[in-house]
């Protein structure tokens, strides 16, 4: 089959999937990053893709296709599970003129999806003309692991320079090989780890996503976002960086607070036995530090039973992120030489004689509730004072980020705070400079 590559500007132009289910899902990411302006046609809808169109990032339409949703698209995709449908979508754009894709149907597609290796602009797509988008996806793989990471932004300056030399330089031999010498490096790098990890040892890899901003994201776990094949991530993890993750990444929610509620951490830990089994790169992507009250324990007990190696790769835990937003140091030589972490579910006091007062230590209570009535009475039995000095971060480093100070005896009046959220209580936080006191006042909820 005689196939011309070509890289379509999409951005603005309108476009219609046909489908709203498991397949339409996978192509969504792809279709989204063009900037293709994206309407959806199906009568169910999952309800990740109703999400999307809650955050308007794309229209719904929830009824089933008819010829006339082709009228004024310049791309169409067929992503359903009918075959009689997607032939139909197929031969009505045909007739229309339009470019046209039926997904894993190769011989109903006027172009198809190749695997896409990304560093910034610069762009190397795979196709094997619909014959074996697994061999596609490997040789991805293995061009993307000897693609150097800063080929983004040293394209950039390329280009910068490049346009310089055309406005200044006349055209001619001089001008031309000055072009090819600026733009002369070596651009393939011989087989190298992958994230720091040995080639063929650990394909899974349980990665802390930090407090929510990319910017705090550690180097190794940003390259391994970038290189996952599948990510299983929380509900907890940001859009932004999961927005890192190359688009034909397969991403799933395994949360369980929104989308898949009802999974279990059994069937987590099957997910990441099964998506192992093929060798693709696996990140279990957990908020804040993967070994914090994050049942990492679980999930390397069944990597290890199945025997597949794994790695965990270490991130900022939610409650540093929280110390910094107050700010205040969790330990102070002054007021505090011991932290506690804990949980809500486990912040209170159940055996006194085993837990002392413990006044010289700052307290860090993960997920505290919205009611926070109880576990004050709890440490004001312990013997804590009214006045032992708190604070409740919600969204810790990120945009919406808001801090509510407050004491011991006033902590249970604490209005509800939007989750995640974080306790700090501790005299420490007594000793916090007053200049940073008069930083953080702007930013805290006003009673």
């Known amino acids: 089959m005689n196939l011309q590559p070509?890289?379509?500007?999409?951005?603005?132009?309108?476009?219609?999937?046909?489908?709203?289910?498991n397949v339409a899902l996978e192509k969504l990411n792809t279709?989204?990053?063009?900037?293709?302006?994206?309407?959806?046609?199906?009568?169910?809808?999952?309800?990740?893709?109703?999400?999307l169109a809650a955050e308007g990032k794309i229209v719904l339409v929830e009824r089933k296709f008819t010829p006339d949703d082709l009228e004024g698209n310049f791309v169409v995709i067929a992503a359903t599970d009918d075959p009689e449908v997607n032939a139909t979508v197929y031969r009505?754009?045909?007739?229309?003129?339009?470019?046209?894709?039926?997904v894993d149907d190769p011989p109903h597609c006027d172009f198809?999806?190749?695997?896409?290796v990304r560093r910034g602009d610069l762009q190397v797509a795979i196709s094997t003309a619909g014959e074996s988008p697994s061999v596609a996806q490997q040789l991805r793989r293995e061009i993307d692991e000897r693609l150097p990471e800063d080929l983004g932004p040293w394209l950039l300056e390329i280009g910068r320079l490049r346009r310089e030399i055309l406005a200044t330089h006349p055209a001619g031999e001089e001008r031309k090989a000055l072009l090819h010498r600026i733009a002369k490096r070596r651009i393939l790098q011989p087989e190298r780890r992958v994230a720091g990890t040995q080639a063929g040892t650990a394909n899974v890899f349980l990665v802390g996503?930090?407090?929510?901003?990319?910017?705090?994201?550690?180097?190794?776990?940003?390259r391994l976002i970038e290189r996952a094949d599948v990510i299983l991530h929380d509900d907890l993890v940001t859009p932004d960086i999961l927005a890192l993750a190359r688009p034909h990444a397969e991403i799933v929610n395994v949360g369980k607070r929104c989308g898949m509620k009802n999974i279990t951490q059994e069937e987590i830990n099957s997910l990441l036995v099964s998506y192992s089994a093929d060798h693709r790169i696996v990140v279990r992507l957990k908020s804040g530090d993967p070994l914090i009250f994050g049942r990492a324990a679980e999930e390397m007990t069944?990597?290890?039973?199945?025997?597949?190696?794994?790695?965990?790769?270490?991130?900022?835990?939610?409650?540093?992120?929280?110390?910094?937003?107050?700010?205040?140091?969790?330990?102070?030589?002054?007021?505090?030489?011991?932290?506690?972490?804990?949980?809500g579910h486990h912040a209170k006091s159940h055996n006194e004689a085993a837990i002392p007062e413990r006044e010289d230590a700052t307290r860090i209570v993960y997920m505290p509730g919205r009611d926070l009535t109880l576990l004050a009475l709890e440490w004001l039995h312990e013997g804590l004072p009214a006045e032992f000095?708190?604070?409740?971060?919600?969204?810790?480093?990120?945009p919406e980020q808001q801090v509510q100070r407050t004491t011991l005896g006033e902590l249970g009046k604490?209005?509800?705070?939007s989750s995640p959220s974080l306790l700090i209580a501790g005299w420490a936080l007594q000793e916090s400079p007053d200049s940073a006191l008069v930083h953080v006042a702007n930013r805290e909820l006003q009673g």
Do not use: M, W
């Not at 604490?414 to 705070?417: S, V, W």
């Open 112 to 116: 198809y999806f190749g695997s896409v």
């Open 389 to 398: 000095p708190c604070a409740i971060v919600s969204h810790a480093a990120r």
């Open 31 to 51: 279709l989204l990053s063009s900037g293709v302006r994206l309407r959806v046609i199906a009568p169910e809808v999952k309800a990740e893709i109703r999400a």
């Open 92 to 102: 009505e754009s045909v007739e229309r003129g339009i470019l046209v894709n039926s």
């Open 302 to 343: 069944a990597l290890g039973e199945a025997g597949i190696q794994f790695e965990v790769v270490p991130g900022i835990t939610a409650a540093f992120a929280a110390a910094a937003a107050i700010p205040c140091s969790l330990t102070d030589r002054h007021a505090a030489s011991n932290v506690i972490f804990s949980t």
């Open 209 to 222: 996503a930090g407090p929510g901003d990319p910017d705090l994201l550690t180097v190794k776990a940003q």
């Open 6 to 21: 070509v890289f379509l500007k999409l951005a603005g132009r309108p476009g219609l999937l046909v489908g709203a289910g």
């Open 414 to 417: 604490a209005r509800a705070t």
